[in-house]
Nanobody, 125 residues
Framework: QLQLVESGGGSVQPGGSLRLSCTVS????????IGWFRQAPEKGRAGLSC????????NYLTSVTGRFTISRDNAKNTMYLQMNNLKPEDTAVYYC??????????????????WGKGTLVTVSS
């Protein structure tokens, strides 16, 4: 069964960086689409970015464009989200997810079939 595990969250000061990891088991990452989402307190789950073998990378949230970069290491079955110049408004639980159908990206949380449990990122001085 396909499973996702996020790691790499933590507390950081504004302007700092973190790299989140999403390790996939039960399925080869090579052809999967993986999306990153986040959910801030009392807000809905928002799509940030997605990478697929078929379509490459698509960025959804303009407020993180240029600061967040998605990448993958197929040999490690792991997807990454490099986050630079973090701001307090980036504070949220971050999730990776696989869409229904496995191969095509979507910015909508409702289109996701598999989720990790999330990792908390706190940006505060």
């Amino acid at each position: 069964q396909l499973q996702l595990v996020e790691s790499g969250g933590g507390s950081v000061q504004p302007g700092g960086s973190l790299r989140l990891s999403c390790t996939v088991s039960g399925f080869n990452l090579d052809t999967l689409a993986i999306g990153w989402f986040r959910q801030a307190p009392e807000k809905g789950r928002a799509g940030l970015s997605c990478n697929s073998y078929i379509g490459g990378t698509t960025n959804y949230l303009t407020s993180v464009t240029g600061r967040f970069t998605i990448s993958r290491d197929n040999a490690k079955n792991t997807m990454y989200l490099q986050m630079n110049n973090l701001k307090p408004e980036d504070t949220a639980v971050y999730y990776c997810a696989v869409p229904n159908g496995y191969y095509y990206c979507s910015p909508r949380a409702g289109d996701m079939a598999y989720w990790g449990k999330g990792t908390l990122v706190t940006v505060s001085s």
